[in-house]
């Protein structure tokens, strides 16, 4: 089993930032990518930024230019680094894990609890 454990998220006024964190332990092989996604009341989750073990990096159209996704693959952590966020960002967060248990297994999706974002105007 995987264990998602997510920090940062909080009440913030329009134009403030936030840093979201996602540590990831436990049975854990290797690390494809990590990510965070979001979703507000009564819509779909959707896709905010993902990063590959070599750094390669994946935006929502509606953050590029405000957040910031990185990763510390030596702490098996990512994190989203979220400047002038606006009401519209209010949603909770979900840290994501694309990986594999073991070399004999496939890979596998793991999900943190979720951590709310509320922007206020």
């Known amino acids: 089993q995987v264990q998602l454990e997510e920090s940062g998220g909080g009440l913030v006024q329009a134009g403030e930032s936030l840093r979201l964190s996602c540590a990831a332990s436990?049975?854990?092989?290797?690390?494809?990518?990590m990510g965070w996604y979001r979703q507000a009341p009564g819509k779909q989750r959707d896709l905010v930024a993902t990063?590959?073990?070599?750094?390669?990096?994946n935006y929502a159209d509606s953050v590029k230019g405000r957040f910031t996704i990185s990763r510390d693959n030596a702490k098996n952590t990512v994190y989203l680094q979220m400047n002038s966020l606006r009401p519209e960002d209010t949603a909770v967060y979900y840290c994501?894990?694309?990986?594999?248990?073991?070399?004999?297994?496939?890979?596998?999706?793991?999900w943190g609890q979720g951590t709310q974002v509320t922007v206020s105007s």
């Open positions: 990063i590959t073990g070599g750094g390669t990096t």
């Open positions: 436990g049975r854990i092989f290797y690390i494809h990518a």
């Open positions: 994501n894990l694309d990986y594999q248990p073991s070399a004999f297994l496939a890979r596998q999706a793991g």
